[in-house]
């Protein structure tokens, strides 16, 4: 590789660094991102619409205890001896010359302009109350899995917040290992035109240089892709994403290892009303069966001119209906309940047990983490102490540039590799904090 590549190739990763540093970088904490995700994600403006549909759903049962009115107005004009008669007696303008024979079989038009206002008044329609007490729980069960989606959203802005605070500590590991490599190579190339080297150790340290450019130019770039799925989470368009500025990435204190799995968790809250829920619909097909009664009334204004209200009448009543058989309807109906509260069972239960197991491996986790993470540091620890070492014998002419390189690439895979299981523990940590929080 030519002065004049290694120049362009600088020269383009210089312009590609400018380019992300003069985007808007804002810094944010994770508090202030778990806030307004809480109100503008999209997920969580989804559950609360769906929350506020089942509660008009609810307020649709009202029925069951409130009257019906309704008003109605009508114009009619007919030839029909029946109804042209009724119209004349619902009028009240019949006279003793409309009972001839001809006006009754062959009458001319008549007209009638009735205004009837009709009231419907349920009494005992059992099966309607348990539907109602159905859609109550039903509203219930919203709530929670409103609640529930906005923990998991908060889970979700922790893992997307940890993870760009791992990329931008990658890029700091990064910056500092290129700087390294740099130094090396401007010795290497120095004693290169000494004569104290080969071409090969050159070589080596100009690849070593080009493969950390290219690893710091793709932390760049998972900069970019993190802040915008920070911004995703949080509700803003990416059309002009923000580059987000963090808290550094430090490991957080976990005090899990004693967690049970609790059994008032949003979603499980809301399996369980669920359940209820289904409960009361199957109620209510079996109460399907039994006699409703209602009561009625009907008031109405009878005239042969339009507008007019000259004669008033009223019928009031009360309907008992027992629908002793429905081809089989309602005892399907029953059958599909309860079938399908069995099923509710069977699903809370399933919940319940995979939430035990998920819980389990991630008390598993956060321990092979803590493990981990003691290891990488002491990893570290001991890269750095051979760097070191190797740094001053190479200077002595003692071990070659290679061994340098290697050295140098074995602290920033530690670091690295300590800054991974950082981020991964810590993200455990969260995911462990939602699978036991209560509602």
Not at 253 to 273: C, G, H, W, Y
């Given at each position: ?15 590609y660094s ?7 970088r ?24 769906d929350?506020?549909?089942s ?11 409130l ?21 004349l007696?619902?009028q009240g303008i019949a ?35 348990y ?13 929670y ?5 906005k ?13 760009l ?5 990658l ?30 150790d ?5 690849v ?7 690893a710091l ?14 911004s ?17 990435l ?19 809250l ?12 199957a109620?209510?097909?079996n ?12 008031y ?6 339009m ?13 008992v ?22 099923k ?13 197991l ?12 803590e ?16 760097l070191?070492i ?12 290679s ?21 991964s ?6 995911y462990?904090e ?6």
């Amino acid at each position: 590789m030519n002065k004049a590549t290694i120049y362009l190739i600088a020269v383009g990763f210089l312009m590609y660094s400018i380019a992300i540093d003069a985007q808007q970088r804002n810094y944010i904490s994770m508090k202030d991102v778990i806030a307004i995700a809480s109100k503008n994600n999209t997920n969580v403006q989804i559950a609360e619409l769906d929350r506020r549909i089942s509660t008009a759903n609810y307020q649709q049962t009202d029925a069951v205890f409130l009257p019906q009115v309704s008003v109605n107005y009508t114009a009619m004009t007919t030839n029909n001896p029946l109804n042209a008669f009724g119209f004349l007696l619902q009028q009240g303008i019949a006279t003793s010359q409309d009972f001839e024979p001809s006006k009754l079989n062959h009458p001319s038009g008549t007209q009638n302009y009735g205004t009837s206002i009709d009231a419907k008044l349920p009494i005992f329609n059992l099966d309607l109350i348990y539907a109602r007490k159905g859609a109550k729980l039903q509203q219930d069960v919203y709530k929670y899995k409103s609640a529930y989606t906005k923990e998991y959203i908060a889970f979700e802005v922790k893992k997307a917040y940890t993870q760009l605070q791992f990329t931008y500590l990658l890029k700091q590991i990064l910056q500092v290992t290129l700087a390294d490599v740099n130094q090396i190579n401007q010795v290497v190339t120095n004693y290169y035109k000494q004569g104290l080297v080969q071409k090969s150790d050159v070589l080596n340290a100009q690849v070593q240089v080009n493969t950390v450019e290219s690893a710091l130019s793709r932390a760049e770039s998972n900069i970019l892709n993190a802040s915008e799925r920070l911004s995703l989470l949080t509700g803003n368009t990416l059309q002009e994403p923000n580059v987000y500025l963090t808290d550094s990435l430090t490991q957080e204190l976990s005090e899990f290892q004693n967690a049970v799995l609790p059994e008032t968790r949003s979603d499980i809250l809301a399996m369980k009303t669920a359940l209820d829920a289904s409960k009361m619909m199957a109620k209510s097909a079996n109460m399907a069966v039994l006699p409703k009664i209602n009561t009625f009334g009907n008031y109405q204004f009878n005239d042969s001119k339009m507008f007019g209200f000259n004669k008033n009448s009223y019928m009031v009543g009360i309907s008992v209906v027992w629908n002793l058989f429905t081809g089989n309807q309602n005892s399907s109906k029953i059958k599909s309940a309860n079938y399908a509260t069995y099923k509710m069972k069977k699903e809370l239960d399933l919940l319940i047990d995979k939430s035990h197991l998920e819980l389990n491996k991630t008390l598993r986790d956060l321990t092979d983490f803590e493990i981990e993470i003691k290891k990488h540091d002491r990893s570290v620890e001991q890269a750095t102490e051979a760097l070191r070492i190797l740094k001053n014998r190479y200077r002595e002419g003692l071990v070659s540039t290679s061994d340098v390189l290697t050295a140098r690439a074995q602290l920033s895979q530690q670091r690295i590799e300590l800054a991974q299981a950082v981020m991964s523990y810590n993200v455990t940590k969260y995911y462990t904090e939602l699978l036991t929080s209560n509602y």
